[in-house]
DNA sequence: GCAAACACCGGCAAAATGACGGAAAAAATG
DNA sequence: CATTTTTTCCGTCATTTTGCCGGTGTTTGC
């Protein structure tokens, strides 16, 4: 991995369709030695593939980050009750006024509402904001 | 969005970096129709763009969460900043008062806090609020 | 010093692409 | 219903990109 490679990986980013031809001319190497960069990184795992990555409206379903206050003593008291939502997809501690960060995707708007209020009903939880996603720009995790 | 279309975003879904000619292929189209689809899908931004998958370089350091709000008519004239840091994980626009969530992963605080710097530089970023991810308690993606 | 391993380059044939005109199908018009 | 318009598709050609190869220079280890 040195600056070659995150050369590649930062045209990548940039567009994963792109030809190796466009990524050599922009990192100043010969078409074939990124080729060969680009076969080795995948062989190593250090790309585990490429997406395309679709507006939100497209894609099943809705996203939603809840960001969480609650007045238990310690966060592992509070979390049993996002480990019974199976739409969590994370769930964490984070600093500033709230305590949790929890991402959902829910199979619909009616049931992410469902989980929204199936949270509030734990009187542990002071306040709950909803941010529905709206737009994904960069996710690196496949998802 | 009719049935050609669904077949060839689950091509794209599966490797957004193989040709158009094993696209069509697959979906039993002429190479050029599915070439002329997938430019429509992307003029009409149901494509939003293609990117690599990488993987988690390393476990060690810190990750945060940066919400954000910028003067861009369009989200997509500033997303080019994240797409510009390797750290960045995930991106996405949500409802609320800011208009983006980032989700980072850095190697150290000192890296952080750097990244952190050079989102700031940007003048089109109104306002940065950090959330360091203190404490992990649901992961269903094994990032 | 000398192999071995590595990374790079350039060249060639094969494959993929972009651009075009024209046929067929679908939609809109009278 | 007939006809125009639009859309979608196909095949072809010139160009670009790719996979594969041998050859060269550089680092690594014995």
Redesign the pocket.
Known sequence: MDK?DTAIIHCLRQDARQ????IAEQVN?????V???IKKLEQTGVIRGYQVLLSESQKEGVSAYFEIQHKCPRCADVVHVFHAIPEVITCRGISGDMDLLVYVHAPSMRRLHEIREYIDTHTDIIKIKTHVVMSEWINNLGE
């Open positions: 070659f030809s190796v031809s466009s190497l010969s078409r074939s030695a080729a060969e960069r």
